[in-house]
RNA sequence: GCCUGGGUGGCGGAAUGGCAGACGCAACGGACUUAAAAUCCGUUGACCGCAAGGUCGUGUGGGUUCGACUCCCAUCCCAGGCACCA
């Protein structure tokens, strides 16, 4: 029996044994109750794995083996989100195919991912590049197309000539591109848009019922972005053109004081006046040659151009002058408003700006506008603005609308009301969800199964013939036109109708990297599967994911696609269940520990040396502050896993990650504490193999600690509290190591209890107890409340808050009792002389404060 | 600006409204060793005190309570997300 902790042996070896055993394999049906466990598959990118990776992998990995032993059948794969710019760009710059990189970077994933002892089931591995994957999203995207939720529209999209594709808008941050930071501009393309619209109440509703964060639910809330308002028609006076505004604040209609059109709103020139028609023309031509960005960016300075017609207020035949201007965007609501500057604060300062009048109409709550520094008086007259509630002033007609007095809620009902019986308004919802920009200018994508023919119709490639696959190129160049690089397979593109003869040519853009990630979770249960997606019946015993694990980064745009296409299968019967994923556990990020000086100036790690004064700078001696950062090759404060596994195993990198805080906390990576628990790890496996082992009774402190250690460890493991279940796992290794003789029953338990955590160390320790089967299927332990018991409880007296004394009192001992032993005590007394005794309160099991005066 | 989280020793963190700082790191002292590493034992929130002991202490200011890291109100700071969405 070894004597040292060989961790690279036993690790080895255990790595070895599962692998060859399938110890993992998940079994299709069994009678035992199911567990999905589904972890975020990566990019596979060719920096290689990152100490952020393992930090979710690990999580999952306790619990599903954790479950494995309560019983659970347990689905718990891996696999490759293998699309994707970067095998791209190398491609262009190399000429290596992006499939060479691709499967080198997914085999450097896959080692590292291995070496860290993963309970996967590597069987369900997929990978989203391969054509027996991509088949299936491609079959996804024929049922998107037929049930009328894929269309193509000419769009003005981000443009990245630098990368030559059009980009989605959250992969353009701050005007440029997220990857690369290259310019963007807008260009009109035609591109294939997906519905997601068309779900949008479903997907804001079923949130309810998901076991995810608030904050996620909160921020995909915000995205979809429902508001509840009115539309409401307004005549253009002295034409024959009426123009539909959408506000969220009918009650304010006896406000609006002027109306605005977006540049691009198609009414425009209808309505435009001779004289205005050149100012109106040069201002819709700057804000066409703006992007998005530059919109937004210029935020602070309102512009705009009169177009010269005048708009009729439907509550009081107001003529109110109409405007373009920037602000209101084309594609939210009907691209037109009506303004009520006197409430709202953009139309407030475009309307001091361009000199329009404030027409005051709600008496601002008095309470609400002292809390918020707003003066009643100025918002009365029309100086100020005031968006809060109120009372109604100023609005009624004589066509029987009268709203005076009324709270803003209760006016926007009566209304809409008003305005639906005379027909020209009706209440509306509208959502700041837009459609999903699909298309993609790229080589390395699932192609569409499209074929433009000749007579402009589309034909889908049949599904017997999917996949299609993507030609061999060996120029992965950017056509330059905005056309990907698959315009360039000329062979590829020729389609001729086998039976008319017909030409057509195919789709040459490409899906984005959501595609393949939106429902790999799916493919999971049935991988191999070449007739269908996958067989039904194992859809319905696996789905649906119970738990799902993976960074925030993709809160709301993987999560909600992915939502949205589920729902779509769902509609069509492919999937019994309406969400994916049932409960959503966000890992938080591992920062490097990086420094500055005392000018803020950071400094990479590698200039960096530690002295007994603390941090130092190498060039200049200067004593550095030490702080987290986002780990970055530029600080040089990134950990390499494999070193770490190196140095200390890879039960301590798991042990270490998770013993760094709670899961979902941001925390700075210290290599100094993953010494820590490699620590622990060497005397537990000392406690195992070095102490002498003997099977008898235990006394009542030692099962106390073992039965503490076993109710920590399963109720923290249950609830991913991986921290604290770690240290009564410590606890229990500092207190049996006190011991002349070890339990046997302590150590079987206490080596089952640690297998989740440490599964090499596991494993190696079970064997050693003289075990030849794994453990991975061993029963939990199971704890014993009456070994929690003990005789006698500390308690603490307290006077008016303070500790005085602690004494020792039977449990179970009633208050009475407990008060009068208290008063008996020396301390006690010295602590309440010369007062009087008022009030005692008494918490059985734990204290007795006594209120003195 | 809005929406989420979060502020506890030198550091990571722990605490069903009931002894703040479990567990770990670092530091210091000691044992073992020719020495070092490894290992083991002990000390370690701050301040006052020789000591017994006392005072202060969970971002800040109030409040509720016999009792607040925990609940309520206000406020500051940090991180993430959204941002002219009418």
Not at 802 to 807: G, Q, V
Request: aromatic share 10%; glycine share 6%; proline share 6%.
């Amino acid at each position: 029996m070894s004597t040292e902790y060989d961790f690279s042996a036993i690790e080895k070896q255990w790595q070895n044994y599962w692998e060859s055993n399938k110890t993992f394999k998940a079994e299709d049906f069994s009678s035992k109750p199911k567990y999905y466990v589904l972890d975020m598959f990566p990019y596979p990118s060719g920096a290689g794995l990152h100490v952020g990776h393992p930090e979710g992998y690990t999580a999952t990995d306790i619990l599903c083996r954790y479950k494995r032993m309560r019983g659970f059948n347990v689905l718990h794969p891996m696999g490759w989100d293998a699309f994707g710019l970067p095998a791209e760009q190398y491609a262009v710059e190399t000429g290596t195919h992006p499939s060479i990189t691709t499967d080198k970077n997914i085999d450097t994933f896959r080692r590292q991912i291995k070496s860290l002892g993963f309970s996967y089931d590597w069987d369900r591995e997929v990978n989203t590049t391969h054509q027996k994957y991509y088949k299936w999203t491609q079959w996804i995207f024929i049922q998107l197309y037929n049930k009328g939720l894929a269309y193509i529209d000419e769009v003005p999209v981000n443009w990245c000539p630098a990368l030559g594709t059009v980009l989605a808008n959250e992969e353009v941050i701050d005007g440029k591109s997220e990857r690369g930071n290259h310019p963007v501009i807008r260009k009109p393309m035609k591109q294939w848009m997906l519905k997601i619209t068309e779900y949008a109440e479903r997907l804001l509703l079923d949130l309810e019922e998901l076991n995810w964060p608030e904050g996620i639910k909160e921020m995909q809330r915000n995205w979809i972005g429902k508001s509840s308002g009115a539309e409401v028609d307004f005549k253009i006076d002295g034409k024959d053109v009426s123009i539909t505004v959408y506000t969220t604040r009918p009650d304010t209609l006896f406000g609006a004081t002027y109306m605005v059109l977006s540049p691009e709103h198609a009414k425009v020139m209808d309505i435009t006046t001779p004289a205005q028609r050149a100012a109106v023309e040069a201002y819709r031509e700057h804000a066409a040659r703006m992007s998005d960005f530059e919109r937004t960016e210029l935020n602070t300075e309102k512009t705009g151009a009169f177009t010269g017609a005048y708009a009729v207020n439907p509550v009081d035949g107001r003529k109110i002058p109409v405007w373009i201007s920037d602000y209101v965007l084309a594609s939210y609501g009907t691209g037109a408003i009506m303004a009520v500057p006197a409430h709202d604060t953009r139309d407030f300062e475009f309307a001091q700006k361009f000199d329009i009048p404030v027409i005051c109409i709600i008496e601002p709550d008095a309470k609400d506008a002292a809390s918020d520094g707003v003066n009643t008086a100025d918002v009365l007259a029309g100086k100020a603005c005031w968006t809060g509630n109120g009372k109604m002033i100023n609005s009624a007609n004589d066509a029987g609308l009268n709203i005076n007095g009324l709270e803003v809620k209760e006016s926007k009902a009566k209304t809409i009301e008003w305005l639906a019986a005379r027909g020209i308004g009706k209440g509306t919802t509208n959502y700041k969800l837009r459609d999903w920009l699909f298309s993609r200018q790229r080589y390395w994508g699932e192609p569409f199964p499209v074929i433009h023919m000749e007579d402009g119709s589309i034909r889908l490639v049949p599904e017997n013939e999917l996949p299609l696959t993507l030609p061999e190129m060996d120029d992965f160049k950017p056509s330059g036109s905005g056309e990907s690089p698959l315009a360039k397979a000329e062979k590829w593109l020729e389609y001729v109708d086998p039976v008319t003869g017909m030409k057509g040519r195919r789709e040459t853009n490409t899906m984005p990297q959501w595609a393949g990630s939106c429902w790999y979770y799916l493919r999971y249960i049935d991988p191999d599967n070449s007739d269908r997606i996958f067989d039904p019946a194992k859809e319905k015993y696996w789905m649906p994911v119970d738990l799902y694990v993976g960074g925030a980064e993709h809160a709301v745009l993987h999560l909600l696609y992915a939502r949205f296409w589920h729902k779509v299968l769902f509609d069509i019967g492919v999937v019994s269940t309406k969400e994916p994923f049932m409960r959503l556990v966000n890992q938080g990020m591992i920062l490097g520990m990086s420094y500055k000086n005392a000018h803020g100036i950071l400094v990479p790690n590698n200039l960096v040396e530690h002295t007994p004064e603390g941090p130092v700078d190498t060039r200049t001696r200067e004593v550095l502050e030490e702080f987290p950062a986002k780990m970055s090759k530029s600080l040089k404060n990134v950990v390499n896993p494999d070193d770490v596994i190196s140095e200390y195993g890879s039960d301590s990198m798991r042990l270490y990650e998770m013993f760094m805080g709670p899961l979902e906390a941001v925390k700075p990576w210290n290599t100094k504490g993953v010494e820590g628990v490699y620590r622990f790890l060497k005397r537990s496996h000392r406690l195992i193999t070095e102490s002498t082992i003997e099977d008898r009774a235990m006394t009542p402190e030692e099962l106390r600690t073992l039965h503490a250690t076993i109710k920590k460890v399963s109720e923290d493991t249950e609830s991913l509290g991986f921290n604290t279940a770690i240290s009564q796992m410590m606890v229990f290794v500092n207190e049996f190591s006190k011991v002349a003789t070890l339990p046997l029953e302590a150590a079987e338990t206490f080596v089952k209890l640690l297998a989740p955590y440490a599964p090499h160390l596991g494993e190696e320790l079970w064997e050693c107890l003289g075990h030849s089967q794994t453990l991975a299927y061993e029963p939990w332990p199971v704890f014993d409340e009456k070994y929690l018991a003990v005789a006698e409880v500390e308690i603490l007296v307290q006077v008016l808050g303070k500790p005085k004394a602690r004494i020792m009192m039977p449990t179970g001992i009633d208050e009475a009792a407990m008060e009068k032993m208290a008063l008996e005590n020396a301390d006690v007394l010295k602590a309440i002389e010369g007062k009087t005794v008022r009030k005692m309160i008494c918490v059985p099991g734990r204290l007795i404060n006594l209120v003195i005066g």
